[in-house]
């Protein structure tokens, strides 16, 4: 069973930077994809970045590109995203998401192939 618990949000200032850690509990976490979403109010889930089970590919939202790094430490079962020069619009509640496809297919962007879901943590970047 997987149970994804992230952390790290709270409230930074426009240009700051956060660092999101997200926790698995279950046994089989280096045999997954993981991704990071958020949602801000009013708007749909949107993709921020994914890497693979390995940590070797990574991939990133175009608006975040240069800003924001996905790592994971398969050992500790932790999967992170370091975001800096946050703009305000980031305001949003920022999602962990764990994929057991095959790791023969190629990282996707889309929520729908994530399997699990953690709760989210609040980020709110203010000007």
């Known amino acids: 069973q997987v149970q994804l618990v992230e952390s790290g949000g709270g409230l930074v200032q426009a240009g700051g930077s956060l660092r999101l850690s997200c926790a698995d509990s279950g046994r089989t976490f280096s045999t997954y994809a993981m991704g990071w979403f958020r949602q801000a109010p009013g708007k749909e889930r949107e993709f921020v970045s994914t890497i693979s089970w390995s940590g070797g590919t990574t991939y990133y939202a175009d608006s975040v590109k240069g800003r924001f790094t996905i790592s994971r430490d398969n050992a500790k079962k932790m999967v992170y995203l370091q975001m800096s020069g946050l703009k305000t619009e980031e305001t949003a509640v920022y999602y962990c998401?764990?994929?057991?496809?095959?790791?023969?297919?190629?990282?996707?962007?889309?929520?729908?192939?994530?399997?699990?879901w953690g709760q989210g943590t609040q980020v709110t970047v203010s000007s």
């Open positions: 998401a764990a994929s057991k496809k095959s790791p023969l297919i190629p990282l996707q962007r889309t929520a729908a192939w994530y399997d699990y």
